[in-house]
Nanobody, 126 residues
Framework: QAQLVESGGGLVQAGGSLRLSCAASGFTFRNYNMGWFRQAPGNQREFVGWIGWRGIDTNYADSMKGRFTISRDNAKNTVTLQMESLQPQDTAVYYC???????????????????WGQGTQVTVSS
């Protein structure tokens, strides 16, 4: 069945960097737009960014612009979130999610995605 598996989370000091990966299987990855979300304790799931199925179009939440970069490799069925200048407020569980490209749109709400990974914890210490 369709599956997404995130990896790369961990503990990093403020100002540091981290690279998260998401491996897809069980569906035609190149036909899906991919999103990254995060959720801190007590908070709703928050949009981080999105990349189109071709890997050309991207969109980021305002607080992530200039610090986070999403890329994908359709040959390897992977999507990556490169995070720079991390701050304690970036601490959260990070999720990747997939939405059929046939549905269109740069969707920024969690309900627009049908396939989710289990998440990976990112902790930024001050």
């Amino acid at each position: 069945q369709a599956q997404l598996v995130e990896s790369g989370g961990g503990l990093v000091q403020a100002g540091g960097s981290l690279r998260l990966s998401c491996a897809a299987s069980g569906f035609t990855f190149r036909n899906y737009n991919m999103g990254w979300f995060r959720q801190a304790p007590g908070n709703q799931r928050e949009f981080v960014g999105w990349i189109g199925w071709r890997g050309i179009d991207t969109n980021y939440a305002d607080s992530m612009k200039g610090r986070f970069t999403i890329s994908r490799d359709n040959a390897k069925n992977t999507v990556t979130l490169q995070m720079e200048s991390l701050q304690p407020q970036d601490t959260a569980v990070y999720y990747c999610a997939a939405r059929s490209a046939y549905l269109g749109g740069a969707v920024t709400y969690a309900g627009g995605y049908s396939i989710w990974g289990q998440g990976t914890q990112v902790t930024v210490s001050s």
